[in-house]
């Protein structure tokens, strides 16, 4: 059965920094790999999704990810960390065509 | 473009009380579903439908009823509301084709069962 886990809860950094949301997921097939965001009182946006191909995916708001096999995850990058950027993130996994399976949730703070 | 709207935002209940969700989306899409969120637990399926008239259950289904008459519409049903049902329930849609594609969400119904 698909699974993912996002093992922090929480995540801080400084604007300006460097920021990265870890994911990991259990797959018996080829993965396909989501990230979202959720802002408050809003549902979860997409960001960026890998199929195949080329590990780092690029996606929405200079927001990439890094697939990588061997250490089944898929942790989500960003360059330089804006206040902006705070929420809640959601790492997802599709096995074949079946439902998506949701991590907990990860809370990214960016602070000034 | 409006893409998924759900109904109502808010909703107060007592115990046993009945109610439906109603989520509507624009998309022509063919995959609807029914999420709730808990915090700490991610998001949780409860219910989806692959096409008009068709429905299946999820991983959290006991509690709740679903109806897709329309293709457009898929309704979420409490039959008698409990407190553990107090939750923030997430309708999504998704077009019909392979595994890679992104579900949409809809802002979400903050329900609390007192």
């Known amino acids: 059965a698909q699974s993912v886990a996002q093992p922090e809860d929480q995540v801080n950094v400084a604007e300006g920094n460097p920021l990265t949301v870890k994911c990991t997921y259990s797959v018996s097939g080829n993965p396909y790999l989501f990230w979202y965001v959720q802002y408050p009182n809003r549902g979860l946006q997409f960001l960026l999704k890998?199929?195949?191909?080329?590990?780092l995916v690029k996606g929405s708001y200079g927001f990439e990810a890094e697939f990588n096999k061997s250490q089944t995850s898929f942790h989500l990058k960003k360059p330089s960390a804006l206040v902006s950027d705070s929420a809640l993130y959601f790492c997802?996994?599709?096995?074949?065509?079946?439902?998506?399976?949701f991590g907990a949730g990860t809370r990214l703070t960016v602070k000034p | 473009n409006a893409g998924v709207t759900q109904t109502p935002k808010f909703r107060v209940l007592k115990t046993g009380q009945s109610m439906t969700l109603l989520c509507a989306q624009d998309m022509n899409h063919e995959y609807m579903y029914w999420y709730r969120q808990d915090p700490g637990m991610g998001l949780r399926l409860i219910h989806y439908?692959?096409?008009?008239?068709?429905?299946a259950k999820g991983e959290v289904p006991d509690g709740y009823n679903v109806s897709r008459l329309k293709k457009q519409n898929f309704l979420l049903g409490l039959e008698s509301a409990a407190p553990s049902q107090t939750s923030v329930y997430f309708c999504a849609s998704r077009p019909l084709g392979g595994p890679d594609q992104p579900q949409h969400f809809g802002d979400g119904t903050r329900l609390s069962i007192l």
């Open positions: 997802a996994v599709r096995e074949y065509n079946n439902d998506m399976r």
């Open positions: 890998y199929i195949t191909g080329d590990n």
């Open positions: 439908s692959v096409g008009e008239g068709t429905t």
